[in-house]
């Protein structure tokens, strides 16, 4: 491949472009094919050199479009974009006496404001070679990576909305790199984006992670309006899922720490199970095993529930003098069967729930640190709840809370847990802004009012479970953030827990007085 061997000509050199200049401000100049070389910020790392049809191309009409480079310090420049037809050039030029045609100078932009600027300029090249077909997805999400590690943090904001990630999305597309090719290449088919290749990779050691993200993104795709409502939501069950499989991980590293066996929750076929909870066993003279008093058994041993906490076992009783204590024989009958089926539902459902609230929050973010007004119907329902004022409102209010709500408008909160906080004094306030900082402060009385997934029921007197009993103000709150997502494109849609917690609701008018 040629590379560059003589200096360019004083008329071909551009003087400094300003700061923000791009290409189309720019005229393009005739340079020396042979006075250009790879810049080292050339996002496209594979399939780097031009194909058959290019370079015959390149040899009958030369090259049309300008390519852009910017000026190194040996007097040679570096293409950003446009390094393929570069070599095509220099290719044709190399065989032009050979074949009969005249050897072609080529367009250039020459970028002099990108010297030193190495992440903006492979931020550029990226988008120049991501809306072209044939660059690869690990080269993407690696150019992408550095680009945005190696800018500022207004470049990083302006270069993530043109890329289409969110804030911080950056920091994760070094991991996204280290997906398998098969992974990258049916991503990249199935139509996730950047943003949500990354958020595959973050959850990727759950089991069937990107087949339920894809259904997610098809369920998107399909309907009207589009948005993430459904992926964000799949997003969220599978961070719940993986941290409930590190909970169980730490809970098992911490028996083996302690030297205690974990016996298997399922055993090979024809294998008989010797182990009993100590709950069943006694000593020799009839006293009740303990966790304390059985701790130097060398059967003692756990099983974990389904809250990964350890059960204690004495892994055979008869070998190690244990007996078992006297109890009725109970056969498993289909109300036992309904009652471990109960249990399995409402663990679901808790864990549900809570992952459920990681999605909501984020489009009340969304909402109030929008550029756009509030909706009207969300600044209604805010000052509707201040002129009620119910009571699991005044609860909060004066519990005095300002995280959620600092976490809400993105403002910092001192570090000190001791020191007072006025978030009058933290919030920038104007006429247009009001609202947004209105709601987002009853946003979060909601919130804090439904992290927990069971609650108490004033009319019933017990204790019960939101995903099951919703007061009549919690599900206008879900119904109305349902709609202004469906108003938004369906950037937000309701969980299937969320559903079916609202579904009681859904036509009634729920501004009563019963929350909880």
């Not at 302690?258 to 010797?274: C, H, Q, V």
Request: charged share 30%; net charge negative.
């Amino acid at each position: 491949m040629a590379t560059a061997t003589t200096s360019p000509t004083a008329d071909q050199k551009a003087g400094p472009a300003p700061a923000e200049s791009d290409d189309a401000n720019l005229t393009a100049i005739l340079l020396d094919p042979d006075t250009i070389v790879r810049d080292d910020c050339n996002a496209r790392e594979h399939d780097t050199e031009p194909d058959d049809d290019l370079t015959n191309s390149v040899k009958a009409v030369g090259v049309q479009d300008p390519v852009s480079v910017r000026p190194r310090p040996d007097g040679t420049y570096g293409a950003f974009k446009g390094w393929r037809r570069t070599q095509a050039a220099q290719i044709a030029n190399a065989t032009a006496e050979a074949e009969g045609h005249e050897k072609r100078p080529i367009k250039a932009y020459v970028r002099a404001d990108l010297v030193g600027r190495d992440a903006w300029t492979r931020f550029l090249s990226l988008i120049e070679n991501h809306q072209r077909q044939g660059m690869s997805t690990k080269d993407t999400l690696k150019a992408a990576e550095l680009s945005l590690i190696g800018m500022d943090e207004v470049e990083q904001r302006q270069a993530a909305r043109a890329l289409g990630l969110k804030r911080g999305t950056g920091k994760r597309l070094g991991r996204a790199q280290q997906l398998d090719d098969a992974t990258l290449r049916r991503a990249s088919a199935g139509g996730m984006d950047l943003e949500q290749i990354a958020q595959l990779a973050e959850v990727e050691d759950v089991p069937g992670a990107q087949d339920r993200l894809l259904r997610a993104l098809a369920r998107d795709d399909a309907e009207e309006g589009g948005g993430r409502g459904h992926w964000d939501q799949e997003f969220a069950l599978l961070k719940a899922d993986q941290a409930d499989r590190a909970a169980r991980q730490e809970a098992v590293a911490a028996l083996e720490k302690s030297g205690i066996t974990l016996l298997p929750t399922r055993l090979a076929y024809g294998e008989a199970d010797t182990a009993r909870p100590l709950s069943e066993l006694s000593t020799a003279l009839g006293n009740p095993l303990t966790e304390d008093n059985h701790s130097d058994c060398a059967g003692h041993s756990a099983r974990l529930d389904e809250e990964h906490q350890p059960v204690w076992f004495c892994a055979d009783p008869a070998e190690y003098g244990h007996k078992v204590r006297p109890q009725p024989k109970k056969e498993k009958s289909v109300k036992d069967e309904e009652k471990a089926a109960e249990r399995a539902r409402v663990t679901a459902c808790n864990r549900a729930w809570k992952a459920a609230a990681g999605p909501r929050q984020e489009f009340v973010t969304r909402l109030v640190r929008g550029g756009k007004a509030l909706p009207e119907e969300a600044w209604r329902f805010a000052v509707g709840v201040l002129l009620d004022l119910p009571r699991f409102y005044g609860k909060w209010a004066q519990r005095r809370e300002a995280e959620d709500v600092a976490r809400f408008l993105g403002v910092k909160l001192p570090e000190s847990s001791f020191e007072r906080v006025c978030l009058s004094e933290l919030v920038t306030l104007s006429k247009a802004r009001t609202a947004h900082v209105l709601f987002a402060h009853i946003a979060a009385a909601f919130e804090r009012d439904m992290r927990d997934p069971k609650g108490w029921n004033d009319a019933r007197m017990e204790v019960r479970f939101r995903w099951e009993d919703l007061t009549p103000q919690q599900a206008t709150y879900l119904l109305l953030l349902e709609k202004l997502g469906q108003d938004d494109k369906g950037s937000y849609r309701l969980s299937e827990v969320e559903e079916q917690a609202v579904a009681p609701h859904r036509g009634e008018d729920a501004d009563g007085e019963s929350a909880a």
